[in-house]
């Protein structure tokens, strides 16, 4: 378990530029908190004390806002990053040195006991702030938006998907951009009817 500790404190010192000693992160980090109550709730569910292990998972997520089932399987390395709202299921496996970033769901996808979150997230991937995972993510990825779409891929582009975490599109700017459009339609059909009609009577 103390191995575990000081991959997730050194990941949290290479992977965010605030952080400015080890003591920092252990004493001021709510991912590492989060991740030191999952891995001791984790031993706890291996050994069958799942209530217990459940009750030390609720009081992770009462302290830290970041909710991890103890049967999840995370690796060593993992930076949670801003973690608050940050949810990872029961069957969910996360791999050596990931990223999540605040607001991620590593999700369910059915309501079937045996495997309800069937996420994988390869070693070394990231996901972007507010995503919603629901499929495998592979290693060395960048995975980002709902439903969570890879993005990068050992370094490459993927193509057919252009979701820069800096510049997400905005749904409802685009929504109103279309309806504005549609008015602009709308009232150029109306003006030339209402000449029309003009012309008729004159």
Not at 94 to 119: A, F
């Amino acid at each position: 378990m103390f191995a575990h500790l000081r991959r997730d404190v050194r990941a949290a010192l290479e992977r965010d530029p605030a952080a400015r000693s080890a003591l920092e992160v252990l004493l001021c980090y709510p991912g590492v908190h989060a991740l030191v109550v999952h891995r001791f709730a984790h031993a706890i569910w291996r050994r069958g004390l799942t209530t217990l292990a459940r009750w030390l998972s609720h009081v992770g997520r009462f302290l830290t806002g970041i909710e991890i089932h103890p049967a999840a399987r995370l690796g060593p390395g993992l930076f949670i990053d801003h973690g608050m709202g940050v949810v990872i299921g029961e069957t969910a496996e996360v791999g050596e040195n990931v990223t999540l970033l605040q607001g991620v769901t590593l999700g369910g996808t059915s309501l079937r006991r045996e495997k309800r979150h069937p996420i994988t997230v390869g070693d070394n991937s990231r996901i972007g702030a507010g995503s919603v995972v629901v499929r495998n993510v592979p290693p060395n990825s960048v995975v980002v938006g709902v439903p969570g779409r890879v993005t990068y891929k050992d370094g490459q582009r993927v193509m057919g998907f252009d979701f820069d975490q800096t510049d997400l599109p905005d749904p409802v700017s685009k929504a109103i951009e279309q309806l504005v459009e549609r008015i602009r339609v709308l009232e150029g059909d109306l003006e030339t009817l209402r000449k029309r009609t003009e012309e008729e009577r004159a």
